[in-house]
């Protein structure tokens, strides 16, 4: 029963972080531990005016330039 509760808050809570994150006005990403890139928001991407798969590698590779960061 506690076991239940516990996975129903903590979907809850991803959800709702999901929710900030996605509807942000400021541009997020997020970092694995390791350094790898785990994702930009929408926000991230339009103020740098690149898609997701643009950012990630950029970030996980400096010399690929696909993205105009002037």
């Known amino acids: 029963m506690v076991r ?3 996975k129903h808050r903590v979907r809850a809570n991803e959800q709702l ?3 900030i994150f ?3 006005q ?3 990403s997020f970092f694995s531990i390791d350094g ?3 994702f930009f928001n929408r926000a991230c991407q339009e103020m740098l005016g690149c898609t997701e ?3 990630v590698a950029v970030a996980s590779n ?3 330039r ?3 960061f002037s």
């Open 17 to 19: 972080f999901r929710s």
């Open 53 to 55: 798969e643009e950012l």
């Open 62 to 64: 400096p010399c690929d």
């Open 26 to 28: 400021i541009g997020i």
């Open 4 to 6: 239940k509760h516990i």
């Open 66 to 68: 696909g993205c105009d």
């Open 22 to 24: 996605d509807n942000a």
């Open 36 to 38: 790898r890139v785990a």
